[in-house]
């Protein structure tokens, strides 16, 4: 801690402490009511949040096709988006030529209309807001009746020089009278295209983690044409899934520094593949339909990564009062917990340090204390941390300066006189380093309440808990947070705590990591802040 951590500290307005907050670590206090359910105390005036969620990107892509001849509609055309954002998603035109797509996320993608009798069309297109996107098909001329076949293995070198053959690798015809027809290669590498028109053709291969190969054939006969495809010589493997249920999440678009882009699979497999390395992370977004745009950061090549997203659905105005401020604020490791089981007593609700007085917490009454804490913690932490750090009780000489603002621990002790001078139950404070990552926390409750048998004494406990973890209120919805402390854990706490220890601290809104300056910051002059109620 800094040397001037141990001065008292003089209250500030809530203004000054929120500017603190973008620029130093801040320790919050708050303080919750002491009324008992028959005189409720009304909550405080919700705060307008500064900036609501973005709306996620959700575009549609819609047109006609029609002959180029006389511009009569084409029924029954199969358009199709074969790259990029949607892939693999088909639509066909009704009895007046028109196709849909809906909730597309931005991005680039490769239309492709094939038709009965005519000649196929392909369209590179950028979303970015509704398009439309009409086609005029030309005519197709009159094909030899013969037809012939194309086979083949699609191989590639793998470690150690080793020709393995390449599932799931896409197989497509460039040129030709047999332009735009596409396969995928089986479990054992193997691809078969049938009822080709005889002529020539160029074939192009692409799969993750090998440089693309094409070959120029001649459809005479039925031919056989192999591939061994060179691997490329960095890749980072991953998957994507949902923040809430851990489902894959396919159709998600990334794109990253230097061109890169790719979507994963139905499973939420993804591969980043590169030409070349690079020493630092790079940054990358990930898109797709009914989630919120992540921005973050990842090595390639590099270990293989998970990367959860956050449904749109979400409440994110919620979550940012919890935990962001602006930064995500939470401890990177089970914090210990320290129990001063001499009553101290209360001077102000900035006390750095309290009197021991001869009152002290039984034995029955600690035990009693430490249980609701262990309950509370798995709850509070999206199960990171099932328990403490570390335990220990203590004990003060009566008379004794029992220090409270203590780094490493969450410090709680009971305190004569909170409620009487305050009209509160308890208070709560965090300390945290410049980059959100909380290194200490305390807890101070009115021994009088805690023995007054409410039926508040454990949403209290677990709401100051909340507090000595990094937590501030939330107005914007019912929460364990809400500053009357009368709830224990919602389902959208549970879901908000999941969500925040998936993040590294310093995460900001909607879904944006620290960048390479704060990856590789130096933490450091970590203060508590003045009280904030």
Known sequence: ?????????????????????????????????RRGPTTPTPPPEPSIPSNDPPPVSSYSLTGAVLAAAGGTPVTDARVEIVEGVGEGASATTDRDGHYTFSA??????????????????????????????????????????????VT?????????????????????????????LRTTT??????????????????????????????????????????????LPFATNGRIVDAMTRAGLGNITITGEGGVMTTSDGSGAFQLSVTTGASTPQLFF??????????????VPGADAEISLIPASFDLTAFD??????????????????????????TDANMAAGTAIADAMSDEEADSLIGDFEWALPQMTGGKFNGFGGLDRQTAAIGTTVPLLNSGVITVAWVKGLTAATGFWGYGRWLNESDGTVVGGLVMLDVDFQR??????????????????????????????????????LPLDLDACAVAFERRPGNR????????????????????SPPIR
């Open 1 to 33: 801690m800094c040397s001037s951590d141990r001065e008292p500290w003089r209250p500030k307005t809530r203004s000054l402490a929120l500017l603190a907050l973008a620029f130093v670590a801040c320790l919050t206090l708050t303080a919750c009511d």
């Open 104 to 149: 597309l996320a931005s991005g680039d993608l490769v239309l492709r209309v094939t038709a009965p009798g005519y000649l196929p069309q392909t369209a590179s297109l950028t979303i970015h807001g509704d398009l439309i996107r009409n086609f005029d098909l030309a005519v197709a001329p009159a094909l030899p009746e013969e037809r012939v076949s």
């Open 152 to 180: 083949g293995v699609v191989s590639g070198i793998g470690p150690g020089g080793a020709i393995v053959p390449v599932a799931q690798a896409r197989v497509s015809i460039e040129s030709g009278p047999n332009n735009g």
């Open 186 to 231: 089986d479990g054992d590498g193997r691809f078969r295209f049938d009822d080709l028109v005889p002529g020539e053709a160029t074939l192009e291969v692409t799969a993750a983690g090998y440089v693309d190969q094409s070959r120029g054939v001649t459809l005479g006969d039925d031919e056989t044409v192999d591939f061994t495809l060179a691997s």
């Open 286 to 299: 990930f898109n797709g339909p009914g989630v919120m745009e992540r921005q973050t950061h990842l090595r």
């Open 321 to 346: 009062q919890m935990f962001r401020g602006p930064l995500l604020r939470r401890w990177t490791f089970a914090p210990p917990l320290l129990v001063e089981q001499r009553v101290l007593q209360f």
């Open 452 to 489: 007054s048998g409410s039926a508040f004494l454990r949403s209290l406990r677990t709401h100051e808990l909340g507090h000595a973890l990094g937590y501030d209120h939330v107005t914007a919805r019912p929460s364990v947070m809400n500053a009357a402390a009368r709830l224990e854990p």
């Open 509 to 528: 809104s909607p879904d944006i990591d620290g960048d390479l300056v704060s990856l590789n910051r130096l933490r450091g002059g970590a203060r508590w």
